[in-house]
């Protein structure tokens, strides 16, 4: 397996792409790591990457992307490999598959040792048969085995006078549920001499992923541009009698074939009138395959990926290329819960508070529109019933970087999640740090699920709600805009640069010129909307 052609260091997909250097990536992601250890933990850090498992029974392999916190402190691209770090000294050894001789006839020529360490920057690599033995040798300095016990957590095995550790990730994911869990290890020397530590590790690295490096902030920033240009080619190319995955092809053919993003972040989702309420469509039993008709709102969440840092956007416009009164009303609600959302963001502020006042701004809106009544209520009060998670019933938005969701929103010490409509879907309720990256995509749908339970005779909220109005906006589907966004030292910058307001996206959809000449919308935070992508102009598709 041939190592890209890139010049040493240099991560790229060819010379007209986007350059970055694996030391000042991935190689300050280590340091931060060990910056947070030192001093108060000796031993070795320890991760196993991700392997690549076949189809089911059959013997295909998927595209193979690595495991996330692996991806953060190796940049190794590769499956079945493993990394250790000694925390006193800094090395790092990277464990690799020792792979058959025949191996060479399907995949090219097979890399030595001396071959990976070099191209991804390491101290030293040894095949994965070596793993233990090394481990043995860095934490027991070649002490005798001495019988104890073994004990997952912090705890002194008997008979053990070895104060290294071997640190190991345990920890639930937020956002999935899921339990990462750590290696197994064979190693009875290990086992009985050491102490094995799965508590220390996983907060502190996930920590590590909230705040992004500068080198991080670069490549989110590239690759959301390249989203956003996407966004924009889908929205001139798309019409009326089009299938919903035909947005999608557009939309990974340019990402790919300008800019070599072979990954996209999540599945696409593409959904037209009534499937825009659907807020994750594009599933496997839905595959993005409805045809536009001239009255519907499309809803269009799609994002690149480029080693491993994904942007997440969302565009909704209309088919037809022209607002109708129905869509303009509901767009320009969503639009103003993001520019409240921009007005408020910096560091200290709660996104808690952010996702209530995005609530705000899309049910001020809906009063205005005589969808929502008072009742002598204020705006306010109408949150704290809840009211606003009938329209908007997900979160205002969630950290972004190597994973879509990315980790740390309800790590131990910050805001727990609120069990309640709307805000149990909040992937986090934090206050607000410089350098963390975050989606802020307010929405409004009409969900008959939604619709019909707060509508029902025993809902407090029924006599808030115009029934006859929401009866003709079922079927309407439901607008959504995502941008990914920065927080600064005193506010936040846009990355995304997608047409946003109403007349932008005429414009854009009507075969105008993007990006613009002017910026007429400032308060949409776009910094660089005039002088966008560091990149050659791509090739015409």
């Known amino acids: 397996m041939p190592f890209t052609k890139s010049a040493p260091g240099i991560l790229s997909m060819g010379k007209a792409t986007f350059q970055v250097p694996q030391d000042a990536l991935f190689g300050r992601n280590r340091q931060k790591l060990l910056n947070e250890l030192k001093g108060s933990c000796e031993g070795v850090i320890f991760l196993r990457g991700g392997n690549n498992p076949e189809r089911f029974d059959s013997d ?5 992307r690595q495991e996330s916190y692996f991806w953060y402190l190796t940049g190794v691209k590769e499956p079945d490999c493993a990394v250790a770090i000694d925390i006193s000294t800094q090395q790092v050894t990277l464990f690799i598959p020792k792979l058959p001789a ?18 991804y920057q390491v101290d030293q690599v040894k095949y994965l048969d070596e793993m233990e033995s090394t481990l043995e040798e860095t934490l027991l300095d070649d002490k005798p085995a001495m019988n104890g016990h073994t004990t997952n957590g912090d705890t002194t095995h008997a008979g053990s006078t070895n104060n290294k550790k071997l640190y190991l990730m345990k920890g639930p994911n937020s956002d999935s549920g899921n339990m990462y869990e750590p290696p197994t290890l064979e190693s009875k020397r290990l086992q009985d001499n050491t102490i094995i530590d799965v508590d220390t590790l996983f907060p502190i690295l996930a920590e590590c992923r909230v705040g992004k490096s500068e080198t991080e902030l670069a490549m989110l920033r590239h690759v959301t541009e390249v989203t956003s240009f996407a966004h924009a080619y889908v ?11 035909q947005g999608e092809s557009l939309f990974r053919h340019y990402c790919y074939y300008n800019y070599g993003c072979r990954l996209v972040g999540y599945t696409s989702i593409c959904g037209c009138g009534p499937n825009a309420a659907v807020l994750h469509y594009g599933h496997a039993g839905e595959p993005n395959d409805r045809q536009l008709e001239h009255d519907n709102i499309c809803l269009f969440d799609m994002g690149a990926e480029y080693f491993g840092y994904g942007s997440d956007v969302t565009c909704s416009f209309p088919a037809s290329g022209k607002f109708n009164d129905r869509q303009r009303h509901i767009y320009r609600g969503v639009l103003q819960a993001q520019i409240d959302v921009y007005n408020m963001l910096k560091p200290g502020v709660s996104y808690l508070d952010c996702h209530k006042a995005a609530e705000a701004a899309i049910l001020k809106n809906l009063i205005a529109m005589g969808m929502v009544t008072t009742n002598d209520k204020t705006v306010e009060e109408l949150v704290e019933m809840r009211l606003g998670a009938v329209f908007m019933p997900h979160g205002l938005g969630h950290f972004i970087g190597i994973d879509t969701h990315d980790v740390g929103g309800y790590l ?48 407090p909220l029924k006599p808030y709600l115009n029934e006859t109005m929401i009866q003709e906006y079922r079927g309407f589907g439901g607008v959504r805009l995502e941008d990914v966004v920065v927080i600064t030292k005193d506010g936040c910058i846009n990355y995304t640069l997608c047409p946003r307001t109403i007349e932008e996206v005429e414009h854009v959809m009507s075969g105008g010129k993007w990006p613009p000449t002017e910026d007429k919308a400032p308060e949409l935070r776009r910094e660089r909307l005039l002088d966008p992508n560091p990149l050659p102009s791509p090739p015409s598709l």
């Not at 295909?60 to 193979?64: A, D, G, L, V």
């Not at 929205?235 to 995955?245: A, C, D, H, L, S």
């Open 412 to 459: 131990p010490g910050h805001q727990p999640r609120i069990d309640e409509p709307g805000l149990r879907k909040l992937r986090t309720a934090r206050d607000m740090k410089e350098n963390m990256t975050l989606t802020v995509e307010p929405g409004c749908y009409f969900i008959d699920h939604l619709l019909d339970g707060a509508l029902a005779e025993e809902s």
């Open 235 to 245: 929205m001139r190319n798309i019409q009326p009698g089009n299938m919903e995955y």
């Open 102 to 119: 025949d191996y060479a006839t399907i995949m090219g020529r097979i890399q030595l040792p001396d071959e990976w360490k070099d191209h």
């Open 60 to 64: 295909h392999e998927p595209i193979f």
